[in-house]
């Protein structure tokens, strides 16, 4: 069995081939809503060549997307191109987690895969930060149960909001600054948003531990989770991995159900 897995967030999207034992290739494009399954498929097709690949290898394919006007292409994509029914989370797929929030539907699919890849490797309760579009903080419960969490704006949409709502502040790069006091304008906003981001992390993670009252290990995940890594005490574990192994297992556990 050959899985391809999509993986797509506001800003970028994860196509991913594991082939049984081990994830074997691994690309990223820029997320496009418009993008139809032909240019999904003529993008693609050139990078499984390069790696000795083609979609008749494909057999299986499972997608997680926060876009959902992108859903009905990468569908197409699946069955177009490789004639398999893909497994679209939030649509009628076993997590084989609990979801502890009131509107369970409301729940983005990227925070519960997350959940599902997380639970897999780390023992007790977690919060899981997630550094994207948006930065999420979500909880998960010893058992595996989702139980909600916060969302706030990401660090790239807060420098672009900087940069476009005055006019003298430039578009910049996001990069840790050497100091808190930053001597130009750059630095000025690198360290504002830089070390603005940190207290959040250890502000959140701090009422978040005291209003569950209970041990919990921090994960940082997510594009720009490396950026935070060495600078703040808060986070305990940094796992790029979390969303690709949760959609494989979640794959396993409805495989196993159909058979």
């Known amino acids: 069995m050959m899985l391809l897995a999509i993986e797509q967030g506001n800003t970028n999207t994860l196509f991913?081939?594991?082939?049984?034992?081990?994830?074997?290739?691994?690309?990223?494009?820029?997320?496009?809503?418009?993008?139809?399954?032909?240019?999904?498929?003529?993008?693609?097709s050139q990078l499984l060549h390069m790696n000795r690949l083609s979609f008749s290898d494909l057999s299986g394919c499972i997608i997680s997307s926060v876009?959902?006007?992108?859903?009905?292409?990468?569908?197409?994509?699946?069955?177009?191109?490789?004639?398999?029914?893909?497994?679209?989370?939030?649509?009628?797929?076993?997590?084989?987690?609990?979801?502890r929030i009131a509107k369970p539907a409301e729940a983005g699919a990227d925070r519960l895969v997350n959940a599902?890849?997380?639970?897999?490797?780390?023992?007790?309760?977690?919060?899981?930060?997630?550094?994207?579009?948006?930065?999420t903080f979500d909880i998960v419960a010893a058992d595996g149960a989702f139980e909600g969490g916060l969302i706030a704006?990401?660090?790239?949409?807060?420098?672009?909001?900087?940069?476009e709502a005055a006019a003298k502040l430039p578009r910049i790069a996001i990069q840790k600054p050497d100091r808190v006091i930053g001597k130009d304008t750059?630095?000025?906003?690198?360290?504002?948003?830089?070390?603005?981001?940190?207290?959040?992390?250890?502000?959140?993670?701090?009422?978040?531990?005291?209003?569950?009252?209970?041990?919990?290990?921090?994960?940082g995940t997510g594009g720009v989770a490396s950026l935070f890594e060495g600078a703040t005490p808060s986070i305990d574990r940094f796992d790029p991995d979390l969303t690709i192994r949760g959609l494989l297992e979640i794959w396993r556990r409805n495989a196993s159900l159909k058979d």
């Open 116 to 135: 599902v890849g997380a639970h897999l490797m780390y023992p007790g309760d977690l919060i899981l930060i997630d550094s994207g579009t948006a930065t």
């Open 153 to 163: 704006p990401g660090i790239n949409l807060s420098l672009q909001a900087l940069h």
């Open 67 to 99: 876009v959902p006007q992108s859903i009905f292409n990468l569908r197409n994509l699946s069955r177009r191109y490789m004639n398999v029914e893909p497994l679209v989370i939030g649509e009628n797929v076993d997590l084989g987690i609990e979801v």
């Open 16 to 44: 991913a081939v594991h082939d049984g034992d081990s994830w074997i290739a691994q690309w990223r494009t820029a997320t496009a809503s418009s993008r139809t399954a032909d240019e999904y498929a003529v993008w693609l």
């Open 186 to 219: 750059v630095e000025a906003m690198q360290a504002g948003v830089f070390w603005g981001y940190i207290g959040l992390i250890e502000g959140l993670v701090a009422r978040i531990k005291a209003e569950w009252g209970k041990p919990m290990t921090v994960i």
